[in-house]
């Protein structure tokens, strides 16, 4: 315990000192041309950002209020008097409205997020979930090829509307009476097992509220390069359906099921009271309106904001209920959304892409380069903060790379690092789903990089021909 405590201590004294040396240091010495001082800070908060994240010596969600608080103090306009500008510097830079910074906690990404914390509430409280799971499992039988891939079919839909962890954590304990089913030698549990996790990290990617990492590439398209909620499920639910079936097919192939018959029975009924029916109405009306969108012009960030006055109103969802939103996350993107923000109006990102002179470079070598940085980084840190720390860079990237243009510019590398990030799925810490799967103590870690490993080299593949097709029918040009 004390070597643990130790051990946080030096963690969070490097993920301090570092960014407090670069800070120190004259602004002269930073080896980007141009640089201003305002940007040099940001320097040092990337990299407290960055230490702070992949170290973990305090919660990822307080990483998120350090950076905040450090824009507001170093960088805004209502910054310590220590960080004004001083007369004589002459490359001092723009400092950022105070108002901005702390605008991104009430940012409509995360009204967004919200909206889909209180549909996910609304059904587990009314077990709209586990019923419509029971009703979705039911017609694929007693095959366990069949009934692995209605558990999985049916984590990968629920992991577009609700959290991934939540779905993984209802599914796994639907999970335990089939795997009673299966001898403790029958590789089949881990066919299932993994299939959960795997699923729900798939799924994600279908909507944009079906993980943080495709709300905070939102954030980057808008204006003429937005895509509204049906348009984001026209490309990403066809993606999602091929590598749900890969998967599926390499887990049944790998770890096979020696039980020839499996009754996947969950009990449950649906709820017939007036709230349930509301839940039910509201559930569904929320989602025809998002995907309808450009019909009724009402953007996905205006809609989500019906369930939580429905719900709020109708004190379906109460004050008690409130305490059970995953409110680290909303935090965790607020703080992403900071970063972004900081490192788009210092400059700070358009002068990185610059010093890398990548113009000369081909632009399937500088996508195939993003994808497979964010595809390794993500498999040792947070999906969220992975896209935190990537996104703003490869938006500006896009912007500002006249090779790129012609293949999909900004909208294309958004999407490639939103889409790569969910695919790291290879060990345990990728993904809160693989931690809570790992945790029932039935899979070796060497078994689940395995096949994460071929899951996320094969997505990556397949990310290469989706892009490449959206290219060739213009679709970044249409959004």
Known sequence: MMCQVMDKEIKLLISIGIPLLVLLAPTKWIPIEGITVVEHRMIAIFFLAVLLWVLEPIPVFATSIVIIVSELVMVSNKCLLLFKPSPSVTNFGELLCYEDIMATFASPVIMLFLGGFFLALAATKYQLDINLARVFIKPFGTNPKFVLLGLMTVTAVFSMFMSNTATTAMMLAILVPILNMLKPDDKGRIAFLLGVPF?????????????????????????????????????????????????????????????????????????????????????????????????????????SMIPMMVFSALQIITKEDLRRIDWDVIMLLAGGIALGLGMQKSGLAHHIIQSFHLSQLSPYIIVLFASILTLMIANFMSHTATANLLLPIMAVLGSNTTSLSGVGGRVLMILIVTFSASLAMALPISTPPNALAYGTGKIKNTTMMKTGLIIGSVGLAGLYILMLVLCKIHFFKGV
């Open 199 to 303: 699923a729900a990290n798939i799924g994600g990617m279908g909507t944009p509220i079906g993980t943080p990492p495709n709300a905070i590439a939102l954030k980057y398209l808008n204006g003429d390069e937005a895509i509204g909620f049906g348009a984001w499920m026209s490309f990403a639910v066809p993606f999602v359906v091929i590598m749900l079936f890969f998967a599926w097919f390499l887990l049944f192939q790998l770890y096979r099921p020696k039980t020839k018959e499996i009754r996947a029975e969950i009990k449950g009924k649906f709820n017939t009271n007036w709230k349930a029916i509301i839940v039910y109405f509201t559930f569904g009306l929320t989602i025809c309106l998002w995907l309808t969108d450009f019909i009724h012009a009402m953007n996905a960030y205006i809609v």
